[in-house]
């Protein structure tokens, strides 16, 4: 991310965003991140949007926090947390103001990401690891157990265009989308599929 002309690289560690100068290495800021009962689990990525970051974890909720520079130093103040959801695995997609996400309960979800407030939640039963990705007018999920989900992006409702079991093999690798091609690789192969 980029406050006030100063570049900086986020990470989450298991108890704290950290970051770092992208020039020197030197740590600017710190923010303790909530630690949830049971197992901690912080696989996601921040999530960026010019000086507020989105993060979330296992047993964790989702937390955005917003990033200002007061002279040489910054400050970090969080802006709203939601516990009704968290992710095991995947990172949410931010699109058009609303955070979507597989939750570790194996549900898709949609959060404001003004607000904090949940949009929607799904009850279908997915999987908690899984792949999402932005693909432009539609928003691409695609589970271990092979569930490829297409849904349209929509803060008032789950809007799922697409249900589909692709395989009975179990997917861990991201699709690559290209066009109107889609490359998903399970635990043997490399598959093409093309949209019409």
């Not at 194996?106 to 607000?115: A, D, E, K, Q, V």
Request: net charge positive; hydrophobic share 40%.
């Amino acid at each position: 991310m980029s406050i006030d002309g100063s570049k900086q690289i986020v990470f989450q560690a298991q108890t704290k965003l950290v970051s770092f100068d992208l020039k020197d290495g030197r740590q600017l800021w710190e923010f303790a991140t909530p630690v949830g009962s049971g197992m901690v689990q912080k696989a996601t990525s921040p999530i960026v949007d010019q000086n507020k970051i989105y993060f979330t974890g296992l047993n964790n909720g989702f937390t955005a926090i917003e990033i200002k520079k007061d002279g040489g130093s910054f400050t970090v103040n969080k802006l709203w947390s939601n516990p009704d959801f968290s992710t095991s695995f995947s990172t949410p997609v931010l699109k058009d103001g609303f955070l979507y996400g597989l939750s570790n309960k194996n549900r898709l979800f949609c959060i404001n990401s003004g607000t904090g407030q949940t949009a929607w939640a799904d009850e279908t039963a997915l999987q908690n690891f899984g792949s999402i990705v932005d693909g432009g007018s539609v928003i691409i999920v695609l589970t271990s157990n092979s569930n490829f989900v297409v849904l349209r992006p929509d803060g008032q409702k789950y809007n799922q265009i697409a249900l589909i079991k692709l395989i009975e093999s179990s997917i861990y690798a991201h699709p690559i989308l290209s066009g109107n091609r889609i490359y998903i690789k399970d635990k043997e192969s490399l598959t093409l599929f093309t949209v019409n």
